[in-house]
């Protein structure tokens, strides 16, 4: 059984960081993060391959997030610098059972239950 379980949201001001963990059981995947604001679409955040030896990132986040993973920990990590009012949302971690990078909410098959992530301006 695969399950995924996110922790390491919070509360910050403009310019903070946070580092999200999500911890994988039941398989090795490859792995995306997606974020969702009130009254909006789930959206791609950035994904990485099984060994991690490759990232993917959507543009608004590009050289301000890392993804990254430690699979003998089980875990991935999203690592949030430089943070804004407009990445507030609920950030999902999710697996998918394919070999290559995936951006679209229906590559993934599985996914947590999501932390909350709070920009003050």
């Known amino acids: 059984q695969v399950q995924l379980v996110e922790s390491g949201g919070g509360l910050v001001q403009a310019g903070a960081s946070l580092r999200l963990s999500c911890v994988v059981s039941?398989?090795?995947?490859?792995m995306g993060w997606f974020r969702q604001a009130p009254g909006k679409e789930r959206e791609f955040v950035a994904t990485?391959?099984?060994?991690?030896?490759?990232?993917y990132y959507t543009d608004s986040v590009k050289g301000r997030f890392t993804i990254s993973r430690v699979n003998v920990k089980n875990t991935v990590y999203l690592q949030m610098d430089s943070l804004k009012p407009e990445d507030t949302a609920v950030y999902y971690c999710?697996?998918?059972?394919?070999?290559?990078?995936?951006?679209?909410?229906?590559?993934?098959?599985?996914w947590g239950q999501g932390t909350q992530v709070t920009v003050s301006s």
């Open positions: 999710a697996a998918s059972g394919n070999y290559g990078m995936g951006r679209l909410v229906e590559n993934y098959a599985y």
């Open positions: 039941g398989g090795t995947f490859t």
């Open positions: 990485i391959i099984r060994n991690g030896g490759s990232t």
